[in-house]
């Protein structure tokens, strides 16, 4: 199983960017899926998180102006970012509670993440 993120680069502020997730593998089941980021410098921190669902939650810098959706058909997860800001500048990573159908439990799973680069 794996998770693989696209969609990052670089947009001046006020720009928009859109982030996408994959999982592939031999999947079993996905609970909660994610947006992570982290700062240079500083702690991974959550960005948005939505349920299996559609609930989702948001980190208090992204509300009003990020997006997280998900497509279960296709195990994947989206950010849509709008109204970027320098200070969004990061390396963002999604998660996903997964079950791999080799195992019994569910655990978290990371991509690799992806650069996000706000110019002012």
């Known amino acids: 199983v794996q998770l693989v993120e696209s969609g990052g680069g670089l947009v001046q502020a006020g720009g928009s960017l859109r982030l996408s997730c994959a999982a592939s593998?031999?999947?079993?089941?996905?609970?909660?899926m994610g947006w992570y980021r982290q700062a240079p410098g500083k702690q991974r921190e959550p960005v948005a998180v939505?349920?299996?669902?559609?609930?989702?939650n948001y980190a208090d810098s992204a509300k009003g102006r990020f997006t997280i959706s998900r497509d279960n058909a296709k195990n994947a997860v989206y950010l849509e970012m709008n109204s970027l800001k320098p200070e969004d500048t990061a390396v963002y990573y999604c998660n996903a509670d997964l079950r791999d159908a080799l195992y019994i439990q569910y655990r978290t799973y990371w991509g690799q993440g992806t650069q996000v680069t706000v110019s002012s």
């Open positions: 593998g031999s999947i079993a089941g996905i609970n909660d």
């Open positions: 939505i349920s299996s669902s559609g609930s989702s």
